[in-house]
């Protein structure tokens, strides 16, 4: 049984960077707060939302198994999965984005076609979603650069973004 709780006015949950401050830059997966993601045993989506015409804010954290035991379905002694105020979170930023799409994670699924380095957060580097924005757009390395395709993965949803600028991210 999975749940989130409403996170809104929970201490350290309300993300708002300070003006002019540089978030650091997914450079790859051996990042530090990367590898912390990717160690999560229940990763949850905290918030998607396209705050502007071209950014992205994706914030996750790491849930918890918590609150009451629940009978459900006949099946005994289910507990939820909850982000609590004190859970890590981290914040994505995908600034001027070419192409997104959301994916409910009950139907998000790998192929051993596509080349990617992470677990919970991807980068890819041959994917069917970037070959799709490829042919299903203009962008290309010559404008507006080198696309990279970017994936996050929670127990939620699947997330996938390919841009032309690093991704940025911060603890939420």
């Known amino acids: 049984m999975r749940s989130r709780k409403a996170r809104t006015g929970e201490p350290g949950l309300d993300y708002q960077p300070e003006g002019g401050r ?7 997966v051996s990042q530090t707060e990367i590898e912390e993601i990717n160690s999560w045993q229940f990763p949850l989506t905290v918030t998607i939302e396209q705050t502007s015409g071209t950014l992205l804010r994706v ?3 790491a849930g918890a198994i918590g609150g ?3 009978d459900v379905a ?3 002694g289910l507990r939820s999965i909850e982000v ?4 890590p979170a981290y914040v994505f930023e995908f600034k ?3 192409s997104y799409a959301v994916t409910d ?4 699924q790998n192929n051993a076609d596509e080349t990617f380095e992470g677990n919970w957060v991807r980068k890819f580097s041959t994917s069917f979603f970037l070959d799709f924005v490829r042919k299903s757009t203009w962008a290309s390395t010559d404008y507006p650069g080198e696309l990279t395709h ?16 690093p991704v940025e991210f911060s603890a939420a």
């Open 22 to 28: 540089r978030l650091p830059v997914f450079k790859d």
């Open 59 to 61: 914030a996750i954290g």
């Open 68 to 70: 009451e035991a629940a």
């Open 74 to 76: 006949g099946i005994t």
């Open 84 to 87: 609590q105020a004190d859970s």
């Open 96 to 98: 001027n984005f070419v």
């Open 105 to 108: 994670e009950q139907f998000a």
């Open 150 to 165: 970017y994936q996050i993965n929670t127990l939620d949803h699947t997330v996938d973004v390919v841009c032309y600028e």
